[in-house]
């Protein structure tokens, strides 16, 4: 049985979030996703190679067809895929990377929104300096931040950074926080990312 996952059209991240909820679920079979542009479809090559599943690629006309089948490892990996993970995020901006601060803020947005379809979730989000603006109304990642603590993600924001941006009163998720209490998280995590 074969799987398919039309992605056409669809941007960066979204080809390969949507391939993973399928693969995800794949006992036996294949699946193949079809994407209009390299970059989507080496991101597809990448995810499955990852999960150690065979790829083979064909090209129709302009869209590429990227057919994955579970390889002898592609079990083993999903399962350990599958554990908790003891993981903390750091915010210190509201952008993502350096240089253009439009595409900055398009990054960030898109990062988000992969939390939220990436399971495991992490164990904690740590807003501090001019990332607590992520946390307030208006914020373009608010929902998906919103979402994630539902699904019970801690969510700490540095209230000094609040008060400094005089943001306090627009703080419409997680929890007001001090140093002491997002430096005793973030280095009690086992994994620990900076952005």
Not at 2 to 18: F, Y
Not at 97 to 117: A, D
């Amino acid at each position: 049985m074969n799987k398919q996952v039309d992605a056409r059209g669809l941007s960066c991240p979204k080809p390969v979030i949507e391939t993973k909820k399928v693969l995800d679920q794949l006992t036996e079979g294949s699946i193949t996703t079809i994407v209009d542009n390299e970059v989507a479809m080496q991101n597809v090559i990448k995810l499955a190679k990852s999960l150690h599943f065979d790829v083979v690629i064909k090209e129709v006309e302009k869209d590429f067809y990227v057919q994955m089948s579970k390889g002898e490892a592609g079990e083993e990996i999903l399962c350990e895929i599958d554990q908790e993970r003891d993981l903390a995020i750091l915010f210190g901006s509201d952008t993502l990377g350096e240089g253009s601060e439009e595409l900055g803020k398009i990054l960030m947005k898109g990062y988000v929104y992969t939390l939220t379809e990436y399971t495991p979730y992490p164990k904690t989000l740590l807003f501090m300096n001019s990332g607590v603006k992520l946390t307030t109304e208006g914020s373009e990642v608010l929902g998906y931040l919103k979402q994630l603590e539902s699904e019970g993600v801690e969510v700490l924001v540095c209230g000094t950074c609040l008060d400094y941006f005089h943001l306090k009163d627009k703080r419409a998720v997680g929890s007001v926080s001090n140093m002491y209490a997002i430096v005793d998280a973030f280095h009690g995590s086992k994994n620990r990312v900076t952005l």
